[in-house]
């Protein structure tokens, strides 16, 4: 069984995962790329049994452009945000930005979400076959 670990920059926070993510996914919304600094999102998603945290967090919380409640957990010293928590369909998951595994050979999104808000220049490949939500 796969066993992933992610970190916060410093190291002080971590999310330990163990099997296969039951979703990856890049997410082009505008809450995403606030969060990240960056022009989109990856992360993929276990079910909450699945995650093991240590360390201190900071929350902070927002509901989702679905309704979804989302508290997002980061670290109190370097910013990084390393685990959210969310409910879907009466389970709880727990998504971890791609990033904090610091992995280049973490599996590739199949899930594309809210393209219409994606930057021009910030195509995935046709050769991903991604399921599309907007």
Same mark, same amino acid.
């Given at each position: 069984?796969?066993?992933?670990?992610?970190?916060?920059?410093?190291?002080?926070?971590? +999310?330990?995962?163990?099997?296969?993510?039951?979703?990856? =996914?890049?997410?082009?919304?505008?809450?995403?790329?606030?969060?990240?600094?960056? +022009?989109?999102?990856?992360?993929?998603?276990?079910?909450?049994?699945?995650?093991?945290?240590?360390?201190? %967090?900071?929350? @902070?919380?927002?509901? &989702?452009? =679905? &309704?979804?409640?989302?508290?997002?957990?980061?670290?109190?010293?370097?910013?990084?945000?390393?685990?959210?928590?969310?409910?879907?369909?009466?389970?709880?998951?727990? &998504?971890?930005?791609?990033?904090?595994?610091?992995?280049?050979?973490?599996?590739?999104?199949?899930?594309?979400? @809210?393209?219409?808000?994606?930057? %021009?220049?910030?195509?995935?490949?046709? %050769?991903?076959?991604?399921?599309?939500?907007?």
């Amino acid at each position: 069984m796969t066993t992933r670990h992610a970190t916060c920059s410093c190291g002080q926070l971590a +999310a330990t995962c163990t099997g296969d993510p039951v979703r990856i =996914s890049v997410c082009h919304c505008l809450a995403c790329q606030k969060r990240t600094g960056s +022009a989109f999102g990856v992360q993929a998603r276990w079910k909450r049994e699945d995650v093991a945290v240590e360390g201190a %967090s900071s929350v @902070y919380r927002r509901v &989702g452009d =679905s &309704g979804t409640p989302l508290t997002f957990h980061f670290c109190a010293t370097c910013g990084s945000t390393v685990y959210y928590l969310l409910a879907h369909s009466g389970m709880e998951f727990v &998504g971890v930005p791609v990033g904090g595994f610091a992995d280049p050979t973490f599996p590739a999104p199949r899930v594309a979400l @809210y393209e219409a808000r994606q930057h %021009s220049w910030a195509r995935l490949p046709d %050769s991903l076959d991604l399921e599309r939500y907007d």
